[in-house]
């Protein structure tokens, strides 16, 4: 896989790379949501998600560097989804090539959908009130699939972790630990299989730089502005940059 941007597509993704993990760190997810519909407007499906894993996997280093103290108390619960995500993950990243790009706009696009319009609907999850290992499994596998896949699963587990009413102090650490297990492995695959070669692997290492940047002004907006006008116009993004995945990948 190869990868060519003109210096104009390169400064729009470093762009974008920058406001979505400012987003990521100010709320502790949605950074593939942005980047990756984005990218593959500029480079295609494919190399959107190669581009955006490496960067994903230091953005969550960095968080959880700041955010490891408050975890505590949820291993036994969390272990399983983590365990999932670890398996789906790797299955995943093994399917990615198997995807033909139309059938990939679709899921991205689906998948940024489904994450934005129930997020600026202000819908709230089902509770769960007694966690299990079967339900932390199935959306460790669930969200490990379409991390190997498409990089895109934090809904699933924002959906998962509201459910069992974890506050912000706990799902901001608890959810950087799942996102980084998941795209860890997602990472060291493509490695494997070969993907991160050439400009996919150099263009990837560059965009390593803004988000670290983009992750620090976040946290630092964290703890000083309130997020829901922040986060609705930048809904608004994910939502239509998502319908046209769709609308791509099924006309």
């Given at each position: 896989?190869?990868?060519q941007l003109?210096?104009a597509q ?6 974008v ?7 990521k760190?100010?709320?502790g997810?949605g950074?593939?949501?942005i980047?990756?519909p ?6 295609g ?6 581009l ?8 969550n280093?960095f968080?959880l ?6 975890l ?7 272990r399983w ?5 670890v398996?789906g ?5 093994r399917?990615f ?11 991205l ?11 600026l ?12 290992a ?17 990089t895109?699963f934090?809904?699933?587990l924002a ?14 650490p ?5 996102f ?10 493509f490695?494997?299989l070969?993907?991160y070669?050439g ?6 290492v ?9 992750t620090?002004?976040g946290?630092?907006?964290?703890r ?28």
């Amino acid at each position: 896989m190869e990868v060519q941007l003109s210096p104009a597509q390169l400064l729009a993704a470093t762009a974008v790379v920058l406001v979505a993990s400012t987003v990521k760190g100010s709320v502790g997810l949605g950074f593939p949501v942005i980047t990756v519909p984005v990218l593959s407007a500029l480079a295609g499906p494919h190399a959107a998600v190669a581009l955006s894993a490496l960067p994903t996997l230091a953005s969550n280093v960095f968080i959880l560097g700041a955010e490891r103290s408050r975890l505590r108390g949820r291993w036994p619960e969390m272990r399983w989804v983590l365990g999932g995500l670890v398996v789906g993950s790797a299955a995943g990243a093994r399917a990615f090539h198997l995807l033909s790009p139309e059938a990939l706009y679709v899921v991205l696009g689906a998948v940024a959908v489904a994450y934005a319009l129930p997020a600026l609907l202000r819908a709230r999850w089902v509770r769960l009130p007694r966690a299990s290992a079967a339900s932390g499994l199935g959306v460790g596998l669930v969200a490990g699939v379409l991390c190997g896949t498409t990089t895109i699963f934090g809904p699933v587990l924002a959906g998962y972790l509201d459910a069992r009413g974890l506050g912000r102090d706990e799902f901001v650490p608890w959810i950087t630990v799942s996102f980084l297990v998941g795209v860890l492995v997602q990472v060291l695959s493509f490695f494997q299989l070969g993907v991160y070669r050439g400009a996919v692997f150099r263009v990837a290492v560059w965009l390593c730089v803004p988000v670290l940047a983009g992750t620090a002004l976040g946290g630092w907006l964290r703890r000083r502005m309130p997020e829901d006008a922040f986060r609705t116009a930048l809904l608004v993004v994910v939502l239509l940059s998502g319908l046209n995945l769709l609308a791509r990948g099924l006309l």
